[in-house]
């Protein structure tokens, strides 16, 4: 346990492809200040997140203050990560790296919903770290794992495993294929 029983959530690890599906938010409580979570089709209840992956673009898009925009890529997709004035460390990481470049990032999921009704994921970056290929790919390893984990306890009726079926309606062959490339990426390289 932290200082003053302050407790982190724990950081999940998952995929570009499915974070990128998520888009069920609940909030476990009824104050302002009670925790956020995003519930992916893998039934992953997710309030923060551990990413790693490949840099490969990255801009300042503040008006006033820097406001960084990063893009990483995984053997899935990719994610966008964000670092302003309120994630200092991260901001300085994210502004001082060069693309290509692998990196670790844990954050905050966020979520935006577009005119067009259409949901946009992307991290708010708490944390991020220039890492070797061998970091990328013992997470890719363990991301699978993960993954591989949640799938089979979408068998069951726990309660964010039931959620997640009815609302993403979760193929998961789907899911173990994706896991399966995400595995086939390393072999390949």
């Known amino acids: 346990m932290a200082d003053g ?30 925790p956020q979570y995003l519930l992916t089709p893998t039934g992953a209840k997710v309030n923060r997140v551990f990413i790693v992956g490949t840099l490969t673009e990255k801009e300042d898009v503040g008006t006033d203050a820097e406001f960084w925009r990063g893009r990483i890529v995984d053997p899935t997709g990719a994610f966008f990560v964000t670092a302003g004035q309120y994630q200092p460390e991260a901001a300085q990481v994210l502004a001082r790296t060069t693309p290509p470049e692998f990196v670790a990032v844990i954050g905050k ?19 991020i770290q220039v890492v070797d290929a061998a970091t990328r790919d013992a997470w890719v390893l363990d991301t699978a794992k993960h993954t591989t984990a949640r799938l089979e306890k ?36």
């Open 5 to 34: 029983g302050f407790v982190r959530e724990v950081a999940h690890r998952i995929f570009a492809a499915e974070f990128r599906e998520s888009n069920l938010q609940a909030r476990e409580g009824q104050d302002q200040y009670s």
């Open 109 to 127: 999921p966020n979520t935006y919903t577009t005119k067009e009704g259409n949901m946009l994921t992307s991290i708010r970056a708490e944390s």
């Open 154 to 189: 979408l068998k069951g009726s726990e309660p964010d495993a039931v959620k997640a079926k009815e609302h993403y309606s979760t193929n998961m062959d789907t899911y173990r294929a994706m896991v399966a490339a995400a595995l086939e990426s390393m072999r390949a390289r």
